[in-house]
């Protein structure tokens, strides 16, 4: 089956440490995406990325990071700088520009729900 | 940078009632238009999209959207709601031709009771 997964499914992290989110498609889509989702905020872009080795930052990027390294996969870290990490996290990808679709509805993964203690 | 507005945060209604959720967005320039939902413990899903042509669009489960191009809107419609309906509803919007970007509104919680 195609689709994206996304692993731990909940993770628990200490004040202070570093935490990365796994993200991985078979759809083979080039572009990847990640949002995080809040009560009452909808999804907000965090980070995303057209093709390998390129990604660009979202609305809300300050406290994370990612790389994208191989088409498939596309993990995010949510760093200690992150002011406010427990969120919903979900990851998305599409068929993309370099696939000569500038515009195609996204694909979602299950989520990670992060909480910090 | 595109915003999208979802002006019915949460909604309640009877099972057979007739349901509208607006939408409107910012952008000036040609957009493709989606909704997605979210049921309970579920994936966000494709509900339906509109990139060009007849601006009344069909999706799954008897939804319908319909795209009023001055009006900047992309409102979301079923004429008889279910139990099953019950979900978080979000619209989102992609500047066509600049780029797969997509913003999303802050989403609609549906409530139906049987």
């Known amino acids: 089956d195609g689709g994206i997964t996304q692993s731990p499914k909940y993770l628990f992290r200490k004040e202070g440490q570093n935490v990365t989110l796994s993200c991985e498609q078979n759809?083979?889509?080039?572009?990847m995406y990640w949002y995080r989702q809040d009560p009452g905020q909808g999804l907000r872009l965090i980070y995303y990325s057209q093709i390998v080795n390129d990604f660009q930052k979202g609305d809300i990027a300050e406290g994370y990071s990612v790389s994208r390294e191989k088409k498939e996969s596309f993990p995010l870290t949510v760093t200690s700088a992150q002011k406010n990490p427990t969120a919903f996290y979900l990851c998305?990808?599409?068929?993309?520009?370099?696939?000569?679709?500038?515009?195609?509805?996204?694909?979602f993964g299950p989520g990670t729900r992060l909480t910090v203690l | 940078a595109q915003s999208v507005s979802q002006h019915n945060h949460h909604v309640i209604l009877s099972e057979a009632a007739s349901l509208e959720l607006g939408c409107n967005y910012s952008y000036g320039g040609t957009v493709n238009l989606f909704w997605y939902v979210q049921y309970p413990g579920q994936h966000l899903q494709l509900l339906l999209k509109y990139f060009s042509g007849d601006p009344l669009v069909k999706g799954i489960k008897g939804f319908e959207a319909e795209f009023i191009k001055g009006k900047f809107s992309f409102n979301l419609r079923k004429p008889s709601v279910q139990w099953s309906d019950t979900a978080e509803y979000f619209c989102a919007v992609n500047e066509a031709n600049t780029g797969n970007q997509f913003y999303f509104g802050t989403g609609t919680s549906l409530t139906v009771i049987p």
């Open positions: 998305a990808s599409s068929i993309g520009v370099a696939s000569g679709r500038v515009w195609d509805e996204q694909f």
């Open positions: 759809l083979n889509h080039d572009a």
